[in-house]
């Protein structure tokens, strides 16, 4: 049956186009700095929002209107999955991405629960295999369950600990199976409320011992995808060990990890950790480090994680713009839609019109940032803002030929020191012009 009745294939039909179901801007096919606008942004659907989210917030229930949800148990798993390749297929989205507990129930023990799994996943593969669409990525849900209330892998409970090895060693098995191009780790509850009865030193300390035994066995069963951390600053924790992405770096730098991990960044974890998105990406790619990102953003006006579909077209140009300075781009990341509609867009085509702004939005922000690239126009006011670093006294500061004794003398001739304007505001204005403009 058909969950997105008399929805047709996306197509696109450009600027002029006013048919609301129609790319204005993606056009999979359009070679943007020598690759096309679908091999650089990847796109993938989030499970959990598009298929299991149900419109419910703290103030009040379900509104969503699903054709799924007439279903049940493992009837309506197989309802989800169902509708999940229906909704890639409308899209012509290439990806898609799931939690383990997204895809099929939890049953009443860790067998029962695995039971479940493998028939889901079996049904996705079959799926995968009749239509050529990809798994960008697979994680575990360790943060729903009670059994987490104090945490998973920095858990004070050692039972816990073994449980969320055991089903994160299946999620990989499954990462393996269906051909996961990357595989996230997201600590939704490795954090904790208060120092008062915490020991951080031990929790910090088994997180790495997890994350090293989950390197170990990927590679004994020679699961050969890229392994992500998605920093979150808070939420369900007071405080996650995750942070931000500097916070990242230096938890996988004292641990030895580095060599096997990077980070998939998300707009709106960046804005609750007071940051921008660029700045995390930012971060990340002069560290070397960037893997993927989760596509949405956050409301300024409201503390919490609203996870709204992108549309800001200043933030994606700007985000675009690291990922193309990125070595190798997205590389085997992409661009997953880690956002749900909004509460009163509660009708199925509501998801398909979220999905359209959002990859709008993205190819916009990419055809921005390519020509600010292409014409050099941050390359000339860097090079403009820190030309002192370039010859003199500067440019053996940078070449480690100077110290404090040199530059003690160099300061003693008592030369004026004159500054030049930042000029940020004329910046931002090139960077709107753009926006209008390209």
Request: glycine content about 8%.
């Amino acid at each position: 049956m058909s969950y997105f009745a008399n929805t047709p294939v996306i197509r696109y039909e450009g600027r002029g186009s006013d048919n609301p179901l129609a790319f204005k801007f993606y056009n999979p096919d359009e070679v943007v700095l020598g690759k096309t606008m679908r091999e650089h942004l990847r796109f993938a659907v989030a499970y959990w929002h598009a298929f299991t989210g149900t419109g419910s917030d703290p103030f009040g229930g379900a509104t969503n209107v699903r054709g799924w949800d007439r279903y049940s148990g493992m009837d309506l798993a197989k309802a989800r999955v169902e509708a999940c390749f229906e909704l890639l297929h409308i899209l012509d989205v290439d990806y898609f991405c799931f939690h383990d507990r997204d895809i099929a129930p939890e049953g009443d023990t860790l067998q029962e629960t695995n039971a479940n799994l493998d028939v889901i996943v079996g049904q996705i593969e079959e799926h995968m295999k009749a239509t050529g669409k990809k798994l960008l990525w697979n994680t575990a849900n360790m943060f729903t369950n009670p059994r987490f209330v104090h945490g998973a892998a920095t858990t004070s409970n050692a039972d816990v600990f073994a449980y969320a090895a055991a089903q994160v060693k299946k999620a990989l098995e499954h990462g393996k199976r269906l051909g996961a191009e990357n595989y996230v780790f997201w600590g939704g509850r490795e954090g904790y409320e208060s120092l008062l009865n915490t020991d951080l030193g031990l929790e910090l300390d088994n997180l790495a011992r997890f994350l090293h035994m989950a390197v170990d066995y990927a590679k004994e069963i020679g699961f050969d995808a890229q392994f992500l951390i998605e920093p979150k600053p808070k939420e369900p924790s007071k405080h996650q060990y995750d942070f931000d992405a500097a916070t990242t770096l230096a938890f996988l730098h004292k641990y030895s990890l580095l060599p096997h991990f990077k980070l998939n960044i998300e707009a709106n974890h960046a804005t609750l950790a007071g940051h921008t998105f660029e700045h995390e990406l930012r971060v990340s790619r002069i560290n070397g480090v960037l893997g993927s990102i989760d596509a949405n953003q956050g409301d300024l006006l409201l503390g919490w994680d609203t996870d709204e579909f992108p549309t800001d077209l200043y933030s994606t140009t700007l985000a675009m713009y690291e990922i193309l300075l990125n070595e190798g781009g997205i590389g085997r990341g992409g661009v997953n839609f880690d956002a749900k509609v909004r509460r009163a867009s509660f009708e199925p085509v509501d998801l398909v019109h979220a999905h359209i702004a959002g990859m709008d939005a993205f190819a916009r922000g990419l055809q921005v940032a390519a020509k600010l690239i292409e014409d050099r126009v941050f390359d000339g006011i860097l090079e403009t803002r820190y030309g002192s670093f370039q010859s003199g006294i500067g440019a053996d500061i940078v070449a480690g030929r100077a110290s404090f004794r040199t530059l003690e003398a160099y300061a003693l001739e008592n030369k004026p020191i004159v500054n030049a304007s930042g000029r940020l505001e004329h910046i931002k204005a090139i960077v709107n012009q753009y926006i209008s403009n390209v």
